[in-house]
């Protein structure tokens, strides 16, 4: 069943693909905190393992809580399945090793979340080339593509640099030449936007983020969307799972490097994970909200720039109405003048909590450049919007006004 077909956003993400626990009645879906599943005979367990029967043997590989967790965010974003990772990162990685081989290139934007950047200098060992676009267009991708390219990956609002893809117009080129379009949708969330429809073929999510919202549980997720003709693309790992039709890519994902490299998804975090998802519509309603408003009060404000995809001012203004609905996420960055300013601002803060995450129910506030950005180069930084005086702001669900008032303060005693 698709969003809005039967359901509308807030009610799917309760009982789309939901149905509570069929032994007991539980109405949430108990935490089946137990690694291997009993079967009545050899026959019975030979065929749950051979994918000739329903059922479980072994938590790494499935497990009733995972995969309730599993196909609601499927179901969320209009897929034909998901894999559930330990964390983002295992996501990101997991989606890409799927499909790349030894020589293979990708290509992908430069304002990518840092560990994401990193990763894509530990597979160079692995002989897998990345090839970085300054903006993720169909200009900038089409010269870096050759017959070595297997995929292009971008973020669809970059953290921490908040460009926005123009997705339609990127899967367009992509797929022109017959290569899949994997996104990393973290920051705009199935509230914003669904992917697949604008021709996305693969997303992922650290679902650690928006989806969990309340800072407590690392996982991550990949969706399929049944669209991409997975026998067209030249991999040799694929072959043997083309007779799974679109599944091709979910199936060798399943039972090939996923399962293998060992990166499941925990019940206890999937719980935790199904139990957020379920608010999410709430909270990116208010998170949106808080952000735009903050985001234009620090406009507003002397010696503060604001870079906020919404903003009327930004680059990204015209597409966020166009592909979000005007919604612009619930991050912003801003610059202060200088990393003392940036620093003081953060230790005058009364509420926003200086720590490295976003998506959690309260402010969070990060000075980059510093953190998260360390280990990266400092072209690398620029590329990602990331300066001395750059502050990342994920908003929170407080009361706006006690915000504004929070962020005045601080930004007063760092002008001091
Ligand atoms: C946090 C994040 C990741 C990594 O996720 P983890 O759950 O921390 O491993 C990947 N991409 C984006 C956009 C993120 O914000």
Known sequence: MKVGESMKFNTALLHQNFNGEEFTGSTVMPIYQVSAFAHESAEKLEKVFNNKAPGFAYTRISNPTVDSFEKRVAAMENGIGAVACSSGMAAVTMSLLNILESGDEIIAGSGLFGGTIDLFGDLKALGITTRFVQNVTAEEIEPLINHKTKAVFAELIGNPKLDVVDLKKVSELVHSHGIPLIIDSTTATPYLIHPFEYGADVVVHSSSKYINGGGNAISGIIIDSGNFRWENLRCKGLEEYRRYGKFAYLAKLRNGIWRNVGGCLAPMNAFMNSVGLETLGLRMERLCYNALKLAEFLDSTDGIEVNYPALKSSPYYELVQKQ????????????????????????????????????????????????????????????????????????????????IEDFSQAIEKMED
Do not use: C, M, W
């Open 324 to 403: 979000f609905g005007g919604k612009g996420g619930a991050i912003l960055t801003i610059r202060t003048g200088s990393k003392e300013k940036a620093f003081k601002l953060i230790n005058s803060l009364k509420y926003a909590v200086n720590a490295t995450n976003i998506g959690d129910i309260r402010t969070l506030v990060i000075h980059p450049a510093s953190t998260i950005y360390t280990h990266n180069s400092e072209e690398q930084k620029k590329n990602a919007g990331v300066y001395d005086d750059t502050i990342r702001i994920s908003i929170g669900i407080e009361d706006i006004a006690d915000l």
